[in-house]
C-alpha cells in the first residue's frame, strides 16, 4: 500500500521520502492508496484539518491521527511517522508525572501505565516513552542492536535519570552514545539527576560534554527569569548541558520574554561560556 504522510509542520524527526508532505496535495498526479496527516501537537489541529480538506480532494481515504489526537500508538513502523534512523522499541510509562506547570504527563493516560515492549527494529535514535522503565532484558536488546548500527546512539526520547543504573551507564559507554538526554522539570528532579551525572561520570562520560544533555523545563505559570536560570546552571553542576524547553499551552502561546531567554540559553558560545564558569568554580 502507498501512504502519503502529511505533516502539520516539518521537524528534524519527519521523514523525508517522496511521499511525505507538509502542504497541500502537489500539481502533479500521485499514485497513493491513502494519506495519513500525522499531528504530533495539539495547536497544530485546526491546521490539520485544514490539510485534510485539501488532501480528500484527491479522491483517496484520508485519515488524521497521533499523539495530539491522545490516542495509543501502535506497531512501530521504520521510516512511516519518524525519519529512518529513529526508533521506537517500547511505549508507555509506569509513572504519574505532574510538571512544574502543574500539568500532568499525557504518556501514561494516552498510552498506558503499563509499558508494551515492542519488536526491536534498527536504528540509532531512540524515542521511547521511558525505555529504562522496561525490563532489563528488553533493554539489554535495544545496547546489542545500537552496537550493531553505523552510527553513534542518541537518546534524544529521553532517560529517566532516578532509574538510571550502574549497568546501564557502562552499556551507554560501551556502546559509544553520541547524546543522550534527562529532564529536570520539577524540584523532585534535580537530585535524581545529580546522582545520574555521578555515575554518568563513574562509567567514562566527562562532565559537561555534549554527550550528558538535559531538558529544564522554563516559562511556566509562577517561574521567574531568576529561578529558571539557577535551575539551568544546577544542572550545569550536576554534569550536564542545559537544554531550554519553553513552555507552551495547548493553544501553543509563548510569552515574547521568555523566548528571548530561552534564546539566550540555546547559543551556544553562551552556554559553553557559562558551563566553563560553572566548571572552574567548582
Not at 528534524?12 to 496535495?25: G, Q, S
Not at 502533479?28 to 501537537?41: Q, R, T, Y
Not at 484527491?58 to 512501530?76: R, T
Not at 529558571?228 to 502561546?253: Q, S
Request: charged share 30%; hydrophobic share 40%; net charge positive.
Amino acid at each position: 500500500m502507498k501512504i502519503a504522510r502529511v505533516f502539520p509542520r516539518r521537524t528534524r524527526a519527519t521523514p523525508n521520502d517522496d511521499l511525505v508532505f507538509t502542504n497541500c496535495p502537489p500539481m502533479f498526479a500521485l499514485e497513493i492508496d491513502e494519506v495519513h496527516i500525522s499531528v504530533a501537537f495539539t495547536y497544530d489541529m485546526k491546521h490539520a484539518e485544514w490539510l485534510e480538506m485539501q488532501w480528500r480532494a484527491l479522491g483517496v481515504p484520508v485519515k488524521m491521527g497521533g499523539p495530539a489526537f491522545n490516542e495509543p500508538g501502535g506497531e512501530f513502523i521504520s521510516g512511516r511517522y519518524l525519519k529512518q534512523g529513529y526508533v521506537i522499541t517500547s511505549r508507555g510509562c509506569p509513572n504519574r508525572c505532574v510538571y512544574a506547570n502543574g500539568q500532568k504527563c499525557m504518556v501514561p493516560e494516552r498510552e498506558g501505565y503499563k509499558l508494551r515492549e515492542l519488536p526491536i527494529k534498527d536504528g540509532w535514535n531512540i524515542l521511547d516513552d521511558n525505555l529504562l522503565a522496561c525490563s532489563d532484558e528488553h533493554v539489554e536488546a535495544v545496547f546489542k542492536m545500537l552496537s550493531q548500527q553505523d552510527k553513534s546512539p542518541e537518546f534524544t526520547g529521553g532517560l529517566e535519570a532516578k532509574i538510571l543504573q550502574k549497568w546501564h551507564t557502562e552499556r551507554l559507554y560501551e556502546i559509544k552514545t553520541k547524546r543522550m538526554y534527562f529532564a529536570y522539570d520539577t524540584p523532585d528532579d534535580y537530585e535524581p539527576l545529580v546522582n545520574a551525572g555521578r555515575l554518568l561520570q563513574d562509567a567514562g562520560f566527562k562532565m559537561s560534554s555534549h554527550i550528558m544533555c538535559c531538558y529544564v523545563l522554563i516559562g511556566y505559570r509562577g517561574d521567574t527569569f531568576e529561578k529558571a536560570e539557577k535551575r539551568l546552571i544546577d544542572t550545569i553542576k550536576a554534569g550536564f548541558v542545559p537544554y531550554a524547553m519553553l513552555f507552551k499551552d495547548r493553544a501553543g502561546n509563548i510569552d515574547t520574554e521568555w523566548a528571548k531567554f530561552q534564546r539566550e540559553w540555546c547559543r551556544p558560545i553562551i552556554v559553553m561560556t557559562k558551563i566553563a564558569k560553572v566548571v572552574k568554580g567548582k
